[in-house]
C-alpha cells in the first residue's frame, strides 16, 4: 500500500516538465511526451529498485529476528575491572554486601570459612573459621543474615553480617548443600542435581522445587547460585558456564559461556586453579563478579549477546549430564 502510493505522488511530481520550457524547437508535444515517457520510466525504474531493496532489508530482518527466537541465547562476557582475590580460597559461595565488599564461604576440610572481604584489595577484613570437618559451600544474605550450606551434611549455618558470629545451625531437606542465593524473599539452593529449590528462610523448609531444563534436557551439577534482575545465574559444576534459570519454570533461557577467564589463567601460569565458581550481583550499579576455586582473581564482567552462528554443542561445552565422579 504505501509503495502504491508512494508511486502515484512520484508520478504526479514529475509530470511538470522543465525541459517543456526551456527547449523551444522542434515538436514540442513531441519532445515532451518522450521526456515524459522517459522520466516516468527512471521514476518508475527508481521505484522498483526501492521497493526491493525494502522488500530484501526488511525480509532479512525477519529472518534474523526469526532465527534469533530459535536460536540459544547465548553470552560471551567482557572484562571491565580485575581485582585481587584469595588464591587460597576454595569459593563456593560469594555475594556482594554493599560499600565495596563482598563476602564468601570457602571449601575444603580444615580450610572452611565464611569472610568479609574488600573488593577493591582483595583483604580480608574479617573471618570466620569454621570447624575442622565442616566443608563450607553457597552463602546468601537475607537482611542482617547469612545463610550458608555444607558439602555432604543437610546442615547449615546462620551467621550475623556485622561480626560474622555463627549463631544457630539448622538442617534441611535438600539432598545435599551446594548453592545458596535469595531474592529477598526465599532462599534458593542447589545440591548438585538438577533440583533448583526454593526454601522459606524462617522454617528452611523447602516450599518449591523445580527441574532445571534447558530445551527439554535437565541441567546437573547446579553448583553457586546468585539472584541477578529476577533470574537465577547457577555455576554448572565442572564448566564455564553460567545457566541463567527463569525462578517461575526452572527454565535454562540463556548462557553465559565464560571460558577465556580460566584460559588466560590457565596461560597466565596459574596451573593450581580450580573451576570457576562464585557469582556475585551488587544490585545497585549492576555489577556482576564473577571468580572461581583458588583463582588469584575476582572479574567484573559484561555480557554481550554472541552474534556469529555458534556451532558448539552448549550440551556438551556446559557439561549437564550428571558427573559421576565425587566432588573435591
Ligand atoms: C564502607 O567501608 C569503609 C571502609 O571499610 C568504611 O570506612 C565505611 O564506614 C563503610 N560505610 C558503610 C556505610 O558501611
Ligand atoms: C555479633 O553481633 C550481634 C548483633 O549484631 C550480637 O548480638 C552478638 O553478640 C555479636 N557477637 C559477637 C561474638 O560479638
Not at 547465548?74 to 569459593?91: K, Q, R, S
Not at 564468601?104 to 570437618?133: C, N, P
Amino acid at each position: 500500500m504505501a509503495g502504491a502510493s508512494m508511486r502515484k505522488k512520484s508520478n504526479k511530481r514529475s509530470s511538470p516538465d522543465p525541459q517543456q520550457t526551456s527547449m523551444p524547437s522542434p515538436p514540442s508535444s513531441l519532445l515532451s511526451y518522450f521526456s515524459y515517457r522517459y522520466l516516468s520510466l527512471v521514476v518508475s525504474f527508481v521505484l522498483i529498485v526501492c521497493v526491493i531493496v525494502l522488500l530484501s532489508v526488511s525480509s532479512n530482518m525477519w529472518a534474523t529476528f526469526g532465527s534469533d527466537a530459535q536460536f540459544d541465547q547465548l553470552y560471551t562476557i567482557e572484562v571491565v575491572n580485575e581485582f585481587p582475590h584469595d588464591p587460597n580460597a576454595f569459593t563456593q559461595g560469594l555475594l556482594y554486601g554493599g560499600n565495596d565488599t563482598l563476602f564468601e564461604s570457602t571449601g575444603l576440610q580444615k580450610h572452611s570459612s565464611v569472610r568479609k572481604v574488600a573488593l577493591q584489595t582483595g583483604k580480608i577484613e574479617s573471618l570466620q573459621k569454621m570447624k575442622d570437618s565442616d566443608f563450607g559451600e553457597g552463602l546468601t544474605l537475607l537482611g542482617k543474615r547469612l545463610f550458608q550450606v555444607t558439602w555432604l551434611e543437610k546442615t547449615g549455618f546462620i551467621y550475623d553480617r556485622n561480626n560474622l558470629s555463627n549463631f544457630k545451625k539448622f538442617t534441611h531437606e535438600m539432598q545435599d548443600g551446594w548453592g545458596l542465593a535469595t531474592d529477598g524473599n526465599v532462599l534458593f539452593g542447589s545440591d548438585g542435581t538438577s533440583t533448583l529449590y526454593q526454601l522459606d528462610p524462617q522454617t528452611l523448609k523447602v516450599v518449591r522445587k523445580q527441574v532445571v531444563k534447558y530445551k527439554g534436557h535437565e541441567v546437573h551439577n547446579l553448583n553457586e547460585l546468585e539472584y541477578i534482575n529476577n533470574e537465577v545465574w547457577a555455576n554448572v559444576w565442572q564448566s564455564d558456564c553460567i545457566a541463567r534459570i527463569s525462578p517461575k519454570d526452572g527454565t535454562v533461557h540463556a548462557w553465559v559461556l565464560l571460558h577465556k577467564l580460566r584460559e588466560a589463567l590457565l596461560i597466565a601460569g596459574k596451573r593450581d586453579i580450580d573451576v570457576l565458581n562464585g557469582i556475585a550481583w551488587d544490585r545497585d550499579k549492576n555489577r556482576i563478579f564473577v571468580t572461581g576455586k583458588l583463582w588469584p582473581t575476582l572479574y567484573e564482567i559484561k555480557l554481550h549477546p554472541v552474534t556469529k552462528p555458534f556451532h558448539g554443542a552448549i550440551e556438551k561445552i556446559c557439561r549437564l549430564m550428571p558427573a559421576h565422579f565425587a566432588k573435591p
